[in-house]
């Protein structure tokens, strides 16, 4: 039993890792300068939601430690978001209501990153994930296609680097960075 909780207390441990690496990854200002996200709590959710779907699709297929590190850090990821919902002032009452919400709408982006980026490297025609991202990120913002485009370059690539590298290390050596700023200068960016 004692070794039962000490995986379970190691898994916790280093979900709150990988989740403080989404986060840290999620907040680069580049995102909201160069790329134009919306500085906004919407925004906001929206990069963290996309950095959590490269973090877990780099778990995907790793075994069964790894499936078990996904589940805690999507919990971890839950309970952030219960807890800014408080911080913002969310009634005590609402709060549940708008965390499935919250945690729905992830998993309905995960989705469709996924089966986007599969078809975008198939070569299935004009690029799918630049539309989702729009769609999500920029509120189908027709002024923003520069920036959707940016941040869909940067999720292949990310995710391509992913392959190799763990989420971690990917944010701690600025791998994120580097290919933040190779989008942003790939693409012409519309900040109206």
């Known amino acids: 039993m004692l ?3 000490r995986q379970r207390a190691e898994t916790s ?3 709150e890792e990988l989740y403080g690496s989404v986060v840290a990854a999620a907040r680069q200002p580049d995102f909201y300068g160069a ?3 919306p500085d906004t709590p919407e925004g906001r959710f929206e990069l963290v939601a996309l ?3 490269l973090a877990l699709e780099g778990l995907r297929g790793q075994g069964t430690a790894a499936e078990a590190l996904a ?3 999507i919990e971890t990821f839950v309970i952030d978001m219960d807890d800014c919902m ?3 002032g969310v009634g ?3 709060v549940p209501k708008k965390v499935k919400r919250a945690a729905a709408a992830f998993y309905e982006r995960a989705s469709i990153y996924r089966q986007d980026l599969i078809e975008d490297r198939a070569g299935a025609g004009a690029p799918r994930l630049t539309k989702s991202v729009r769609g999500y990120v920029f509120a189908d913002s027709v002024e923003r296609e520069g920036g959707a485009a940016g941040l869909a370059h940067y999720m292949q690539a990310a995710s391509s680097a992913l392959a190799d590298h763990a989420f971690g290390e990917f944010v701690d050596a600025g791998m994120a960075s580097r290919l ?3 989008a942003t200068s790939k693409h012409k960016v519309s900040m109206t």
Request: glycine residues 4%; proline residues 0%; charged residues 35%.
């Open 3 to 5: 070794r039962w909780l």
């Open 13 to 15: 441990r280093k979900a």
């Open 35 to 37: 790329l134009g996200v």
């Open 51 to 53: 950095h959590l779907f």
């Open 71 to 73: 589940r805690r850090t």
């Open 86 to 88: 408080r911080e913002m």
């Open 92 to 94: 005590d009452l609402t």
């Open 180 to 182: 933040l700023a190779t």
